[in-house]
């Protein structure tokens, strides 16, 4: 596609339900990545796939999130039993892969809203 | 470790006028610096880099020079215009960390009025 897309823009959800969100990368792109951004702060690095390696999880904040890619394309970014502090937005980023300095290409974000 | 400090905004300019948005980091090894930018409903997109010391990325009018011994990359505009208003974020990527992977600084909220 033209860019990185993410869907849905906007969500609002409970405490205790599960999300899901989801990223659609730049085709060819072999590396995506998930941030997230809360009111205030930087962007938080969540998670990172590169091509078939198994993913950087590293910065996951706990194990009621997840993430998974799919065919080395779309990846869904879930998180259980949310929770008020999840309120933020999600950005999703792709890049070729092929080098440390690269540009990131970042879609424009879920916003995410726990009641 | 690895972090990013950038001034706090928001920042709120007349048009022309000159604009400086400070940066400094903390880095393991020697990193890469970048400034990406967030214009309205927009995802953030790279403004600029510079990959080693004394390097000097530009784009769009804006510079930011890449100094070591004050471990700083403030970016600089001479001249705003009203469509520079956006959010600036400063990052860094330290090499040896995952391919890819930026720390990024809080943002800067800038404002531009005619």
């Known amino acids: 596609g033209a860019g990185v897309s993410q869907s849905p823009s906007n969500k609002v959800t409970e405490k205790g339900k599960d999300v899901e969100l989801r990223c659609d990368p730049i085709?060819?792109?072999?590396?995506l990545y998930w941030y997230r951004q809360s009111l205030g702060q930087g962007l938080e690095f969540l998670i990172y796939f590169q091509g078939n390696s198994a993913p950087d999880k590293s910065g996951l904040p706990s194990d009621r999130f997840s993430a998974e890619r799919t065919g080395g394309s779309v990846s869904t970014l879930t998180i259980q039993r949310t929770q008020q502090e999840d309120s933020a937005v999600y950005l999703c980023?792709?890049?070729?892969?092929?080098?440390?300095?690269?540009?990131?290409?970042f879609g424009s974000g879920t916003q995410l809203s726990v009641l | 470790g690895n972090s990013v400090t950038q001034m706090e905004g928001p920042v709120t300019l007349s048009e022309e006028a000159f604009l400086t948005i400070n940066c400094t980091y903390t880095a393991t090894g020697y990193p890469s610096l970048f400034w990406y930018v967030q214009y309205p409903g927009e995802g953030l997109q790279l403004l600029l880099k510079?990959?080693?010391?004394?390097d000097k990325g530009s784009n769009k009018g804006f510079e930011a020079t890449y100094r070591k011994e004050t471990t700083s990359f403030h970016l600089e505009k001479g001249s705003v215009q009203v469509s520079d208003s956006a959010v600036y974020f400063c990052a860094l990527n330290s090499r040896g960390s995952t391919l890819g992977r930026l720390y990024f600084g809080r943002g800067t909220q800038l404002t531009v009025w005619p």
């Open positions: 510079a990959t080693k010391a004394d």
């Open positions: 980023a792709s890049s070729s892969g092929r080098s440390t300095n690269e540009k990131l290409f």
């Open positions: 085709s060819g792109h072999t590396a």
